[in-house]
């Protein structure tokens, strides 16, 4: 398990934003469903001192697409400690982008921020970033039909995961295979406070994904490769 001090400095570092974050975060999450933690002490760790836990993997001025972004997790708080990165956040209901848009205005962050499904902005952009990321939006098998496509050969998908990780990376080592990853390593951390474990599964992309993928029509979910 690595040691997260350095994390949790960071977070003192940008106090200020990580306030104005979470004041906004819990406002705007009265009318509109963000995210189910609201305590004060668990916002910061499980949501901003977590997404924050992959920085050391993503190269400088890096261009990098959260795919099912929500309420800007992992890659805000990415953003905000680190801010040479290039960020797109993707998501498909209109509401949380909307939030997206507040918040970046608000903190003074440079996002492009889409309304869109994953298998429909990856006509334009196939292959376009160099980290593509996502927390808490599918199992890995269909996670990474959704984010290696969008992913520079040489670049990484970073997959934010819980404790029971071992078995999803097992049952997805086809789909990245055919998908152009490998799986290079993970990273563990336990969050303070026994809020539970973080696992980061990094995948290199090694080679072009075929075309035809990300399947439409809810496939990925639907019919998962095997």
Known sequence: MKQIEKYQNLINIHKDEFEKYYNSLISYNENVNLTAITNKEEVYIKHFLD??????????????IDIGAGAGFPSLPIKIVRPDINLTMLDSLNKR??????????????????????EDYINDYREKFDVALARAVANLTT????????????????AYKGSNYNDELNDSARAIEILGGKHIKTLSFNLPNNFGERNIIVIEKIKN?????PRNKNLPKLQPIK
């Open 51 to 64: 997404s924050i836990l992959g920085i050391d993997e993503i190269k400088k001025n890096s261009t990098v």
């Open 97 to 118: 982008v909307n939030f997206l848009n507040k918040i970046c205005t608000e903190l003074n962050i440079k996002s492009t921020n889409i309304h869109a499904r994953a």
């Open 143 to 158: 996670l990474v039909e959704y984010l290696l496509p969008y992913v520079k050969v040489g670049g990484i998908v970073l």
């Open 209 to 213: 994904t075929p075309k035809k993928y």
